[in-house]
């Protein structure tokens, strides 16, 4: 009969694979809902163990939704080549895949539920909105944003946020329209402001220069013109 040799987790290794379990479960339920019997019971091992590597509940959930954070703030991380608006489509498509694969996870990230503290939530919701800004300024080619591109891309991002959140409460728009939907907001975003100031204007003009017909900014354009024709 062979005997089966269970390897034994080094620290960090352990703490890495309890945030895996906890983030795995987060996927189902909110944080707040899950409980330290039910993370220790997947992870097989005892609930003594699992306050061998984490203090305490929160500190767990902390780890856990720091390494969301982290992944989703990567998810804007795109090569700056080709048009903008597939760039950011492909962008949408990733951060999608996020919020699809951990919907409750999510929800208590950008909501701050109860289980991690607002202090703790704020902060980490803080620097995922900052990834995103610094990476969407960054594939407009723009050092040092005027105030306008600035608001423009943040209200962006928080739209995208924002319909997220809304998304996964019911799932009623398709996910691939709720994708193109938002990347063409954030054209309609710097349209409006570029009828304002001449500075968003010129950059309204780079960046439909390089868009192809066929690509989600010049769809909208399309079905714009048409709707023009029809009234």
Known sequence: MTTVVRRRMGVEERRQQLIGVALELFSHRSPEDVSIDEIAAAAGISRPLVYHY??????LYEAALRRAADDLAGRFAEPREGPLGARLL???????DFVEEHGPGFSALMRGG??????????MVGE?????YEQIAAH??????PARLELVVRSWVSLAETTALIWLEGRRIPRGELE???????????????AQD???????????ADEPADGAFGDLV????????QA
């Open 54 to 59: 984490f203090p305490g509940k929160r500190s």
């Open 90 to 96: 492909r962008v949408m498509g990733r951060y999608f």
């Open 114 to 123: 109860p289980a991690i503290g607002s202090s703790t939530a704020t902060a």
């Open 128 to 132: 995922v909105r900052q990834a995103a």
């Open 140 to 145: 407009l080619g723009v050092g040092r944003p």
């Open 180 to 194: 193109v939907q938002l990347v063409q907001d954030f054209a309609a975003l710097i349209a409006v402001s570029a």
């Open 198 to 208: 001449d500075e968003m204007a010129a950059l309204l003009l780079r960046v439909v």
């Open 222 to 229: 399309g079905r714009l013109t048409r709707l023009g024709v």
